[in-house]
């Protein structure tokens, strides 16, 4: 099968006001997404993946998968803190045919070392025993706390040629970003910048594209400078999609993509987060409409 | 029924070669710790609790309590980081009849709101929605990265008195434990150190117990402690307790118990653990017993 690449979203998970997950919202959105050439990173952070229980996510997945999204167009997070949970889930995704997962370190213990994280890769791995598995290691300390070193990769890549995929970097550091380039980037090894700010940059050095939570909202001009970047209007791309991000990165994030998603698409069902999350205050949902309403955005074709 | 006070240890997950836990040498564990009058915080840091899955807790729960393992001596963790698992394990918890549940904040997002946070342990006791629940709210900031406020604390227990009926304080900040004490101490609300290296300092000040990893290893001259801290003799067995704890801190503490009851019990399946932990090195598992044996340390009764 054909690595995935281009642009992904981590896709915000719609809840009801239960805060069930809506099936159906999320379909539209997924929907949405793939019209404007955006693949489906389901359960990532901004996902609130690990705000779900491994049942909710496998029953979200087959929704899906069941209603006509391609699973070649997924990359869903699927790296939990407790080992078997990691599996159950990787396994299900790799069965219903996903282009690879995206992995998570387990999350809960600190200061861990190479040793013990390549234990739990090699652990999900070999339990899953199924050469169609392709991983994208997971660095997102910020949040995690437990990084991806340049060592550890080396061994995994060394151990599970082929299974090891790439990696999502959303350290928010450029080096590190390059040094996964520079080290790995002839290997087979696929590095996706963990946000659009870094694309343009990641693509001259190698990058697969980038997965980025403004995808959800700004879809179509993300995948436009990715299928345009040698272009001469790269740069200014660039600098557009960089304002659209400004005024999102000055909210908390996943509430703010919900909150714009909900303002464009009239449905304000999806400001809804689940806990410990909590939703734009309206002052601040006026605010960042205006913002982005001043800067031209738009979110066409949404469907409520 | 009463509220359960006293010296608690996170209990220690035996895995057979497998990973799989042991059930049997739990039980024999749990056993010896509650004949040295030492109750069970299963699940815990020290347990290794968040290495196992949901059904994995709810299995050995099961065992333990249907082997005779009396509940009111048991506090499991039970908060995870998705919102359905800790209302599941919670919920079943409650239903065996624990005494308590010992409850981590979601710990996946991190500077998340006292909002966030008390709306996350809301939704739990509205789901769980039985009068018997008694929480611990589990503070461990060092690892979960999420602190328990004051504030946090002060609004819970105005919604759900009763219910929220104490803490574990693991900040490792004496300061904190006093100010948890200081200020809700009068109100029903239950301060456990999550250190003995603390056990007579929080009982001078109205603390009930402590809840501690090494109280595993050494269980015998902690519950002493807590039983005769009014004694002249207090000081002296507080500086013993300190002098074994140092032993262990100075190692990594989960592989390090794991080591010393695997030399005491002569069965070296003790020194299993689940990744992202690595077992300790031959050398420091010599070291260890070594410090230990010239302490004086004995892990007398033990069953292999």
Redesign the interface.
Same mark, same amino acid.
């Given at each position: 099968m054909q690595r995935i690449t281009g642009v992904l979203a981590p896709v915000v998970t719609p809840f009801n006001a239960d805060?069930a997950p809506d099936p159906i919202r999320l379909l539209s959105h997924c929907r949405w997404l793939l019209s404007h050439n955006v693949g489906l990173a389901v359960f990532g952070?901004n996902s609130e993946g690990? !705000?779900? !229980? @491994?049942?909710?996510k496998i029953d979200l997945l087959d929704y899906l998968v069941t209603n006509g999204v391609s699973p070649a167009r997924m990359m869903p997070g699927t790296g939990c803190?407790?080992?078997?949970?990691s599996v159950?889930l990787t396994a299900h995704a790799v069965k219903l045919g996903c282009a690879g997962v995206l992995m998570l %370190? %387990?999350? +809960? +213990?600190?200061a @861990? !070392?190479d040793?013990?994280?390549f234990?739990?890769f090699?652990?999900v791995i070999e339990r899953v025993g199924d050469s169609r598995l392709r991983i994208y290691l997971y660095n997102i300390p %910020?949040? !995690?706390? @437990?990084a991806i070193t340049i060592a550890l990769i080396e061994r995994l890549l060394k151990a599970y040629p082929g299974i090891i995929a790439g990696a999502k970097d959303s350290s928010g550091d450029w080096e590190n970003t390059r040094a996964y380039l520079d080290n790995f980037g002839d290997q087979g090894f696929d590095v996706f910048p963990g946000s659009e700010s870094f694309l343009l940059q990641g693509l001259r050095h190698g990058g697969a594209g980038c997965i980025s939570a403004t995808a959800n909202a700004n879809p179509e001009s993300i995948a436009r400078l990715f299928a345009t970047w040698q272009t001469s209007d790269a740069e200014a791309q660039q600098l557009r999609l960089d304002k659209v991000r400004g005024i999102f990165a000055s909210y908390p994030m996943i509430p703010a993509l919900k909150a714009a998603i909900a303002h464009y698409s009239g449905n304000e069902s999806w400001t809804t987060v689940?806990? %410990?999350? @909590?939703e734009l205050t309206k002052e601040q949902m006026t605010a960042l409409v205006s913002e982005l309403d001043r800067a031209g955005f738009r979110m066409a074709g949404l469907i409520a």
């Open positions: 805060l952070t690990n !705000s779900l !229980s @491994v049942e909710e803190s407790a080992l078997l949970d159950r %370190p %387990p999350f +809960y +213990y600190k @861990v !070392s040793e013990g994280l234990r739990s090699a652990e %910020p949040v !995690s706390q @437990v689940r806990p %410990p999350l @909590v």
